[in-house]
């Protein structure tokens, strides 16, 4: 090791003396001098970072917005410039994802074709700082061992941009010549570290409920057709832009065909992954964001699996279905599982580079597999028609079944997880962070109280007051800590190893959760939101004749809504689900699968498949700037001086 340390040093200086030599020939002789002046230094940095991004001006605008103090100030930063329409938009097109959502294996990134999972070489940017002669020119040399060295010339005042070779140390050395022809000489090693990050986990961590790309929404209504047994009932909701087709129920052959269906999937909300509804604006691209930010001269390389629906079993451990497909080309039917994508991308790293290893899994999973969108259909879905074909889908789920699943069947797949999890990072699973999930429908420290609020959407939700308290009652008593147990190997939790079986447990966003529910409301939210949606439950019109044309009980038209506006809500009521993404989901069960784009399972379900009861962009910056601190002490990083680490700031 000393022998290195010796070489690096020869060659430091030897590489600092020929930078000073080349400058020009009457460097030779008195003027030369090998500075000591510590004002000069030479300064550098990794150019976009964040390896997702392929345009370096798209990073850049969120190492502005995180000036701001943290994740939360930042996304009010970002969409203050968008006027609460989002800023992911902009950036979906750039990303090294193709149209499916999977990542590319080699990706152009600011012009430079390079492999994504292994590169070879990153961009850096280099500049002199401190007292830099006024007028002086600057000879910089780049030496990896390659000769000979890479040389620019350039006035010392600007900054160079050079790529130099990852896994090895780089020096940069700069003869510095004044006015007066004497010459100075600086040099440093530079070393990328590229942390190798990857997102697992279910709908929460994939960033359901905040598509890239907001559904375009219509000032017209679009007819649903209603489950009344014998009697026909329709009702009108917003429609989408763009849609061409006829928008009424009734004599409708274009409504019915698959040129119809298509001309509305077109019309859809987009999505980094739309099998998946993984998103920019979910807590794991966040945070795996901020360490690239945070770190100058580190690079962060994101693997995003999480996806949609996804269980333990059935999503981490197996294929599942897609939910959703994207506006052109191929729908994919399944997704693979996710711990077998990330080992066959792992596996791939080390083909190209054997040092190369998984530095942190970022996790979230564990209500599906106790069906907490069963329990949510439970509470909402009013007595009828529609609860018993739900019923009949296997949609609803009663707190004793979801206890016996959380009782018996999580701890099993837990442990199985554990044990698929543990090699893929290097046999300690503190590189696992879990992300715990906040509570979606809490209002101080009390649970919502039930009613139409935010749910009005469909005619037949109503959330029941007191199985709303029962479900509260059984996620703050039950739920979450059994989460915390399984993550921490506590509470009589079996682990083989629980030095090494343990994960990262963060918590700490639930307290400020329960004070943002989805019933929560305040006065400077959105006019829109004030204005149209009624706190009792009459925010559309009921009359079918005249909802065709303005489907809104307020004078505002529906085009008018923003869906990452600041709201003092951190949750997706079904109004706002529908409002931004208006899913039309694929992987359901066949008996709930829809005749046409008008009928009434695709009315109910659209109004909560794009991510009702999930964190909305602002409570996933809140998830991330919670996760922060600990992701920088598994990863032995320390927090830049600029960056708030204390408590979260409130909301108004």
């Known amino acids: 090791m000393r022998r290195l340390e010796l070489w690096t040093e020869m060659r430091a200086l030897a590489v600092a003396a020929l930078a000073a030599l080349v400058v020009s020939p009457s460097s030779v002789g008195p003027g030369f001098a090998q500075t000591e002046e510590p004002g000069i230094h030479i300064d550098w940095e990794v150019k976009n970072r964040f390896r997702l991004f392929k345009r370096s001006s798209d990073f850049q605008r969120h190492v502005a917005a995180a000036r701001a103090g943290n994740q939360f100030a930042a996304e009010h930063q970002l969409e203050s410039l968008t006027g609460g329409r989002g800023w992911a938009q902009e950036i979906l097109p750039h990303l090294c994802v193709n149209a499916a959502g999977t990542l590319l ?100 961590a994939a960033g359901e409920g905040n598509p890239d790309r907001p559904v375009a929404l219509a000032d017209e209504g ?221 209002n101080g420290d009390q649970p919502c109280p039930g009613g139409r609020d935010g749910l009005d959407v469909h005619p037949s939700f109503n959330a029941d007051g007191r199985k709303l308290k029962l479900v509260t009652d059984f996620v703050m008593n039950q739920f979450m800590p059994k989460l915390h147990a399984l993550a921490r190997c506590e509470r009589g939790v079996v682990c083989g190893n629980p030095e090494t079986d343990r994960m990262t447990f963060i918590d700490t966003h639930q307290d400020a959760f329960a004070r943002h529910g989805l019933c929560v409301r305040a006065s400077d939210d959105p006019e829109f939101d004030r204005d149209c949606f009624s706190p009792d439950g009459k925010s559309f019109d009921p009359d079918p004749v005249t909802a065709a044309s303005s489907p809104l009980v307020c004078p505002r038209r529906p085009s008018e809504f923003r869906p990452y506006a600041p709201r003092a809500r951190w949750i997706r009521t079904a109004n706002d689900s529908y409002f931004t993404a208006m899913t039309f989901p694929r992987g359901l069960p066949s008996t709930m699968q829809p005749s046409n784009i008008h009928d009434a399972a695709w009315g109910a379900l659209s109004a909560v498949y794009g991510g009702a009861f999930h964190p909305t962009a602002e409570g996933h910056a809140v998830m991330a700037d919670a996760a922060l601190p600990a992701v920088r002490d598994v990863l032995g990083l320390k927090a830049p001086a600029s960056v708030t680490t204390g408590p979260l700031p409130p909301l108004r």
């Open 105 to 204: 294996e080699t990706c152009e990134r600011d012009g430079e074709r390079e492999n994504y999972l292994a590169p070879k070489t990153h961009p850096v940017v280099v500049r002199l700082t401190g007292a830099v002669p006024p007028g002086a020119t600057c000879n910089w040399s780049f030496d990896d061992g390659t000769i000979p060295p890479k040389q620019v010339n350039a006035p010392c005042t600007e900054t160079v941009q050079q790529r130099v070779a990852y896994g090895k140390p780089t020096i940069a050395a700069v003869g510095i010549t004044r006015p007066d022809n004497s010459v100075e000489s600086v040099s440093t090693e530079i070393q990328v570290r590229d942390l190798l990050i990857a997102g697992l986990g279910d709908s929460v």
């Open 222 to 442: 679009f007819c649903f057709q209603r489950f009344l047994g014998a009697v026909r009932g329709e009702y009108f909701r917003p429609s989408r832009a763009g849609y061409r087709g006829d928008k009424a129920c009734e004599g409708n052959p274009a409504g019915t065909g698959s040129d119809a269906t298509n001309d509305w999937s077109s019309q859809g909300a987009l999505w980094m992954s739309a099998a998946c509804h993984r998103s920019l604006y979910g807590y794991q691209v966040r945070t795996a964001l901020t360490v690239a930010i945070e770190n100058r001269q580190a690079a962060v390389t994101f693997i995003p699996l999480a996806c949609s629906g996804a269980t333990i079993d059935a999503g981490l451990l197996g294929s599942q279905g897609a939910s959703d497909c994207p506006p052109t080309g191929r729908c994919a039917g399944t997704v693979p599982a996710q711990v077998a994508q990330l080992a066959d991308a792992l596996t791939r790293v080390r083909r190209a580079d054997p040092n190369r290893k998984l530095d942190l899994v970022l996790l979230t999973v564990g209500a599906n597999d106790i069906k907490f969108s069963g329990l949510v259909a439970d509470v909402t879905i009013n007595p009828g028609v529609e609860r018993v074909l739900f019923n009949q889908g296997g949609l609803i789920t009663t707190v004793p079944e979801s206890q016996a699943l959380l009782d018996r069947t999580l701890p099993q797949s837990f442990a199985r997880l554990r044990t698929a999890l543990k090699p893929l990072v290097g046999g300690n699973l503190a590189r696992v962070v879990y992300v715990s999930y906040g509570h979606p429908a809490m």
